[in-house]
């Protein structure tokens, strides 16, 4: 297995772990409640408040954009795009193995 297919398995993990962990929190906070509040945790939730002010002072509009989106993206489908990214690469430069039967 090389480290591209060990990354992707890691990030995928991670992925499917904080998406359980977030179901989990949705139904505890429910109580006896009808109300099913299912809350994403994003990545701007987690870092500091000067991350964000970092994005605006970006000049280039569309770079500008493309940081707040990152931001804002929910963490778990984050997670999910790197895993899927990592996959990618593993598939694209291992060595093709051909089973002799």
């Known amino acids: 297995?090389?480290?591209?297919?060990f990354l992707g398995i890691l990030l995928l993990?991670?992925?499917?772990?904080?998406?359980?962990?977030?179901?989990?929190?949705a139904f505890m906070e429910m109580g006896t409640s009808?109300?099913?509040?299912?809350?994403?945790?994003?990545?701007a939730d987690i870092l500091d408040v000067s991350a964000s002010e970092w994005s605006d002072r970006i000049s280039i509009v569309?770079?500008?954009?493309?940081?707040?989106?990152?931001?804002?993206?929910p963490l778990a489908l984050l997670l999910l795009a790197g895993a899927i990214f990592f996959f990618l690469i593993h598939a694209f430069t291992s060595e093709k193995q051909i089973r002799n039967k």
């Open 1 to 5: 297995m090389s480290t591209f297919a």
């Open 13 to 25: 993990a991670a992925s499917i772990l904080l998406f359980a962990y977030q179901a989990m929190t």
């Open 34 to 43: 009808n109300e099913f509040t299912f809350e994403n945790i994003r990545l």
């Open 62 to 73: 569309y770079l500008q954009s493309l940081a707040e989106t990152l931001l804002t993206i």
